[in-house]
C-alpha cells in the first residue's frame, strides 16, 4: 500500500490542523493505521491509531484530549484532526499501516512493525 500525507502547514498556539493521508493499492480489508510524529532532532513517535474496522483508536498521552483519529474507508482515507496546538506538537507526521494489527495492542506506537510510510507532512505550531 502506498500512502500519502497532506494537509500540514503553520500556525499558532492554540490553532487546529487536520493532516490527511491517502491510502492508494490497498488489498486487506483489515489493517491498522497509524499517526507518527517526528519533532526535531528527536525520534519517531506514536501519536494515534485505528484499526480499518474501527476498532484499535488509542492516543499518545500527549494528545489526548486535543486530537482526534478519524478514517473515510469508502475512500481510504485517514484523518488526524489536531487542536489546540501547541509549539511541542511541532514535527514531520507521518502515516503507517500495519496488516499485523499492532493498533490493537500497547505495542501500537513502536515503529517497528509497521511496514508502510508516507513521506510526511510538516506542522510548525508557534508562539
Known amino acids: 500500500v502506498n500512502l500519502v500525507e497532506s494537509g500540514g502547514g503553520s500556525v499558532q498556539a492554540g490553532g487546529s490542523l487536520t493532516p490527511s493521508c491517502a491510502a492508494f493499492?490497498?488489498?486487506?480489508?483489515?489493517?491498522?493505521m497509524a499517526w507518527f510524529r517526528q519533532p526535531p532532532g528527536k525520534g519517531r513517535e506514536g501519536v494515534a491509531s485505528?484499526?480499518?474496522?474501527?476498532?484499535?483508536?488509542q492516543y499518545a498521552d500527549s494528545v489526548k484530549g486535543r486530537f482526534t483519529v478519524s478514517q473515510d474507508n469508502a475512500n481510504n482515507t485517514l484523518y488526524l484532526l489536531m487542536n489546540s496546538l501547541k509549539p511541542e506538537d511541532t514535527g514531520m507526521y507521518y502515516c503507517?499501516?500495519?496488516?499485523?494489527?499492532?493498533?490493537?495492542?500497547?505495542?501500537?506506537?513502536?515503529?517497528?512493525?509497521?511496514?508502510?510510510w508516507g513521506q510526511g507532512t510538516q506542522v510548525t505550531v508557534s508562539l
Open positions: 503507517a499501516a500495519d496488516k499485523t494489527l499492532l493498533c490493537l495492542t500497547p505495542a501500537w506506537g513502536r515503529t517497528k512493525g509497521y511496514t508502510n
Open positions: 485505528i484499526a480499518t474496522t474501527g476498532e484499535g483508536i
Open positions: 493499492g490497498t488489498t486487506s480489508s483489515r489493517y491498522c
